[in-house]
């Protein structure tokens, strides 16, 4: 009910910002006018050379959005998917991956990388997001519908770790003592400190995000109790590893 009650609260807020501060929404629209059209500014000498060098070579630049890691996993991973089941041209293609850089994830972009190449650049990654780009035939966009499950079920895994990534593995697990024969459990919780502490870094916000506390999660609950919990009961000696970049400690 409180989540519910912060979400309404923050509507609320929202309609009465429309209605008051009319003044300050026309100033920002003069003044994002520019940044609006920076990226097409940029972007259509790009366009011109694409045009140029596609008798040669056909160059696609392909959007990774890395800030979110399930984007990242996402766009990534169907993309060379589609690539496998040959649902996109890649006979005489180069595609190029442009994300804006600081990924939520290194070591999954890093992977990514074996497998096409990708430049990681906030600037150029600004200029391919503007409308001279992704309305041309040089962007490669893949739309994500939640609905993919004939790419995920009838194409091979894209990623594997190296052999020196596994030894690192290894001991970093014996570092926080868990053995080689030991089971573990990576499992994903969200809290309130990934939005205001990291999102806002990235951005150069100040933003308050509790109208989003409906999509986070509170970690004891995870741990006194719920699947997670009765998975470690059934699984004696079984640690639960919790992955995410930043977290609210507890006791």
């Given amino acids: 009910m409180k989540s519910i009650k912060k979400v309404i609260t923050y509507q609320i807020k929202t309609l009465y910002y429309r209605e008051s501060m009319g003044w300050l929404r026309t100033l920002y629209r003069e003044v994002g006018l520019p940044r609006r059209w ?3 500014l940029f972007g259509f000498p790009i366009l ?3 045009y140029i060098v596609k008798p040669f070579k056909f160059v696609k630049l392909t959007i990774i959005r890395d800030r979110g890691i399930g984007l990242l996993a996402v766009d ?6 589609r690539l496998q089941l040959e ?8 595609y190029l991956g442009i994300s804006a850089g600081k990924p939520a994830n290194q070591q999954l972009l890093k992977m990514f990388k074996r497998k096409f190449f990708i430049i990681e650049n906030p600037l150029l990654y600004g200029i391919v997001n503007g409308y001279a780009l992704t309305k041309s035939p040089f962007c490669e966009k893949p739309p994500y519908r939640a609905n993919e499950y004939y790419e995920f079920n009838n194409t091979e895994r894209n990623l594997s770790f190296t052999v020196f990534e596994q030894e690192e593995g290894k001991d970093l ?9 030991s ?3 990576c499992f994903h919780c969200r809290d309130a400190v990934y939005l205001s502490a990291i999102w806002n870094k990235l951005r150069n ?3 308050d995000w509790s109208h989003q506390v409906y999509r986070d999660c509170d970690v004891k609950k995870l741990s006194g109790g719920g699947e997670v919990y009765s998975l470690f ?3 004696r000696g079984a640690c639960g590893l919790r992955c995410c970049r930043k977290i609210t400690r507890f006791k």
């Fill in 38 to 40: 920076l990226p097409n």
């Fill in 48 to 50: 011109l050379c694409l």
């Fill in 76 to 81: 990534a991973d169907l993309f060379l998917r």
């Fill in 87 to 94: 649902n996109m041209p890649k006979k005489g293609i180069l």
């Fill in 173 to 181: 697990l014996n570092k926080m003592g868990i053995g080689d024969n």
């Fill in 183 to 185: 089971w573990f459990i």
């Fill in 205 to 207: 916000l100040s933003a």
């Fill in 233 to 235: 009961r059934r699984m």
